[in-house]
C-alpha cells in the first residue's frame, strides 16, 4: 500500500523558516518523481516543486523559486522542502505526491501558517 505521510508544518513569522518531510513507503522510492503541492483556503492546489527519480533535477514554481529547495534521501525514503523567507502568501495545506501505476497518491498535508 502506497503511504505518503507529511510532517514539519506549524507557525511561524514571516521572513522564518520551516523544513517539511514526506516519509514514502508501499513503492520503489527510488525509482519515482516526488512532488510537493499546496491549498490555500477557497483556492485550487497548486504545484509548489518536484524533485525526479533518475538524476535529482527539480522543479519550482516562480512565486517559490529562490526560497524553497526540495532534495530526497534514498536511504530514508524521505523527501525535504526547506522553507525560508516564508511570506503570509506561502500559508496553505501542503502535501506530498507519486504517481505510481496511473494514480496520483497524496499524504493528508501539514499546515504552513504564516503570520504576517
Known amino acids: 500500500e502506497v503511504q505518503l505521510v507529511e510532517s514539519g508544518g506549524g507557525l511561524v513569522q514571516a521572513g522564518g523558516s520551516l523544513r517539511l518531510s514526506c516519509a514514502a513507503s508501499g513503492f520503489t522510492f527510488d525509482d519515482h518523481a516526488i512532488g510537493w503541492f499546496r491549498q490555500a483556503p477557497g483556492k485550487e492546489r497548486e504545484g509548489v516543486s518536484c524533485?525526479?527519480?533518475?538524476?535529482?533535477?527539480?522543479y519550482y514554481a516562480d512565486s517559490v523559486k529562490g526560497r524553497f529547495t526540495i532534495s530526497r534521501d534514498n536511504a530514508k525514503n524521505t523527501v525535504y522542502l526547506q522553507m525560508n523567507s516564508l511570506k503570509p502568501e506561502d500559508t496553505a495545506v501542503y502535501y506530498c505526491?507519486?504517481?505510481?501505476?496511473?494514480?496520483?497518491?497524496w499524504g493528508q498535508g501539514t499546515q504552513v501558517t504564516v503570520s504576517s
Open positions: 505526491n507519486v504517481h505510481y501505476w496511473y494514480t496520483d497518491y
Open positions: 524533485i525526479s527519480s533518475s538524476d535529482g533535477s527539480t
